[in-house]
């Protein structure tokens, strides 16, 4: 009776007044017949509310995961255009299975995959980024009373050959989708609630934030707070998507990632985040002459070493100086080796180097127009005796490198100084 009258009161909504709401679940969300089953009546329920619906799927939690596995068990060096059909499917199985979940509450459902939009991407196989997407025929649908289900992180190259958009590619199939669409929102279903001040397994007052700025989230995202894809943020930036972070197994209000200008009072510090497993090298007495930056970090590049913070102190004599910068523990041999490799033709003295250090940044976009953060920082961290290894800074956040063993400690005396915690 109460789904007839809500479909009643769709037939009622006019298509001009109808929002289009892009639904995004991730692999979590959608682990099993029984989440899919839930999540469909998430949409199902948002239809019947007189919404357009777009449902955007991950593949189910660990299934792309396994998929590598079986890549890497046929071949080690493997084709990276055949490694993208198979990363592939994990998303196009689920997309089935929504749209089979949903026509079985009375709706019109179908999936489209990837080449069949086309969403068109470059040819950066296992990472390619989309350069089009002809959303012409699912508007038509939608506005017809079909709900459209696309598989996420999936697109086709110029070759005509399927390509995934990197890890955690979903959320940018989704954001693109509603940015195509003009959609009024995009609401991105996962296994938390939203964005928290800090990691509420260490800081326990940690709370949720009603809205975040889309520079900060940029912040968190890239930072360790993993709840979205980082480019899918940017894009969501670029072409002012409304993105909503919510849990999918509740039903309380999650966080927007909005523009600035819906910020009223900008928080000096909105969040506090960090990341371990970081690693330092210093390279001693290297010249200080133009190009000997680009000699170092060229040669990393190319060997895909991420480097992260750089800080080059100032010549003592002129002739040479320190340069000190961070990669992942991960890759700190790799970068090692390439730089032992290179050492006479960039020319340093000695290669010192260090691990189990931790990265703790402060974001908040209110940065720009407050002074003392920085001090604030320094003090509480002097304060708690921890010491400061390396400091970076960008116009909405304060990072500092410190010994992983006092991550906890430092993310629970700056919570608490910066206001955070009541
Ligand atoms: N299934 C892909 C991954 O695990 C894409 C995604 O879920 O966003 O990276
Ligand atoms: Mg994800």
Excluded at 83 to 102: C, F
Excluded at 202 to 208: G, M
Excluded at 213 to 232: D, H, I, K, N, P
Excluded at 315 to 330: P, Q, R
Aim: charged share 25%; glycine share 8%.
């Amino acid at each position: 009776m109460i789904i007839y009258l809500l479909r009643l009161f769709r037939k009622h909504v006019s298509v001009a007044d109808m929002s289009c709401i892009v639904q995004k679940f991730g692999g979590t969300s959608v682990a099993d017949i029984d989440c899919i089953k839930m999540a469909a009546k998430r949409v199902v329920s948002a239809y019947n509310s007189g919404n357009q619906m777009v449902v955007v799927v991950s593949a189910m939690a660990g299934v792309t995961n396994n998929l590598i596995e079986l890549t890497e068990q046929v071949n080690g060096i493997f084709d990276v255009r055949e490694y993208d059909v198979i990363l592939s499917s994990g998303e196009q199985t689920n997309a089935g299975l929504m749209a089979l979940a949903i026509q079985d509450l009375g709706i019109q459902a179908r999936s489209w995959l990837g080449w069949q939009l086309p969403i068109k991407t470059d040819s950066k196989y296992g990472r390619a980024r989309i350069t089009e997407i002809d959303i012409s025929e699912i508007k038509k649908r939608i506005e017809n009373n079909e709900v459209a289900v696309v598989p996420g992180f999936q697109g086709l190259s110029k070759e005509n050959r399927i390509t995934t958009l990197g890890r955690g590619g979903s959320d940018l199939t989704a954001v693109a989708i509603a940015g195509a669409l003009n959609a009024d929102r995009c609401e991105i279903y996962t296994d938390v609630d939203g964005i928290y001040t800090c990691d509420p397994r260490i800081v326990s007052k940690a709370k949720k934030l009603d809205k975040v700025t889309y520079e900060e989230m940029l912040e968190l995202a890239s930072q360790g707070a993993r709840v979205l894809q980082a480019r899918s943020v940017e894009l969501a930036k670029n072409h002012g998507v409304r993105v909503e972070v919510k849990s999918a197994f509740t039903d309380t209000p999650g966080t927007q990632v909005v523009s600035e200008d819906e910020i009223l009072e900008k928080e000096v510090v909105s969040g506090i985040s960090y990341s371990s497993d970081e690693a330092k090298i210093t390279l001693r007495r290297v010249k200080d002459q133009p190009g000997v930056a680009a000699g170092i970090f060229g040669p990393l590049a190319d060997a895909s070493v991420n480097v992260d913070m750089i800080v080059q102190n100032v010549s003592e004599d002129g002739k040479t100086t320190d340069l000190t910068f961070t990669v992942t523990a991960k890759d700190l041999n790799h970068a090692k080796e390439v730089l032992s490799e290179k050492k006479s033709k960039i020319g340093f003295d000695e290669l010192v180097s260090d691990s189990n250090l931790s990265k703790i940044s402060i974001v908040g976009v209110g940065m720009r127009s407050n002074t003392g953060v920085a001090k604030t920082m320094f003090n509480t961290l002097a304060k708690k005796n921890i010491n400061i290894k390396v400091i970076s800074t960008s116009e909405i956040k304060i990072s500092v490198l410190i010994d992983t063993e006092y991550t906890e400690l430092a993310l629970r005396a700056l919570h608490s100084a910066y206001g955070l915690d009541q």
